[in-house]
């Protein structure tokens, strides 16, 4: 018999189940899904017994490539607000104001307060949706319940 260490756990394999890895996952997999992308290590020791160790890896879950995928493809984009902050704090010389340069301040900054209070609004908004969604269960149970 071959010797299995999972997640704290032996179990004992037989010999043709433990022929190769391929079989080993493929055994496995009914009951640890995690199998299939598991690091799998084998040792042999001085009396001749095999033990295989399996870690499983950390993965991404759901649907990880279409987020990201998504966010590469999005537009980029500054708050308004922040642009505009950093403009004027590099600037080397403070103007001499003007009536006209005040009044263009004035629609650049009301501009910026618009876009970034609408920005808030939308990223409230998908916080609460994040939050109040409701959890689904795993069929999956966790190791030591």
């Given at each position: 018999m071959v010797t299995l260490q999972l997640e704290g756990q032996e179990i004992q394999l037989p010999p043709e189940i433990a022929i190769s890895d391929d079989a080993v996952r493929k055994a496995i997999a009914p009951l640890f899904p995690q199998a299939a992308h598991a690091t799998i290590?084998?040792?042999?020791?001085t009396n001749g017994m095999t033990t295989i160790r399996l870690t499983k890896q950390a993965?991404?879950?759901?649907?990880y490539h279409v987020i990201l995928r998504?966010?590469?493809?999005?537009p980029r984009h500054v708050n308004p607000a922040l642009t505009l902050y950093q403009t004027y704090q590099t600037e080397s010389q403070p103007t001499q104001a003007t009536v006209e340069s005040i009044?263009?301040?004035?629609?650049?900054l009301r501009l910026a307060i618009e876009h970034g209070e609408k920005e808030y609004k939308e990223t409230a908004t998908i916080k609460e949706r994040l939050t109040s969604t409701?959890?689904?269960p795993s069929r999956i149970l966790p190791s030591g319940f």
């Amino acid at each position: 018999m071959v010797t299995l260490q999972l997640e704290g756990q032996e179990i004992q394999l037989p010999p043709e189940i433990a022929i190769s890895d391929d079989a080993v996952r493929k055994a496995i997999a009914p009951l640890f899904p995690q199998a299939a992308h598991a690091t799998i290590q084998r040792t042999t020791d001085t009396n001749g017994m095999t033990t295989i160790r399996l870690t499983k890896q950390a993965g991404t879950k759901g649907n990880y490539h279409v987020i990201l995928r998504q966010l590469i493809e999005s537009p980029r984009h500054v708050n308004p607000a922040l642009t505009l902050y950093q403009t004027y704090q590099t600037e080397s010389q403070p103007t001499q104001a003007t009536v006209e340069s005040i009044l263009l301040t004035q629609q650049k900054l009301r501009l910026a307060i618009e876009h970034g209070e609408k920005e808030y609004k939308e990223t409230a908004t998908i916080k609460e949706r994040l939050t109040s969604t409701p959890g689904s269960p795993s069929r999956i149970l966790p190791s030591g319940f």
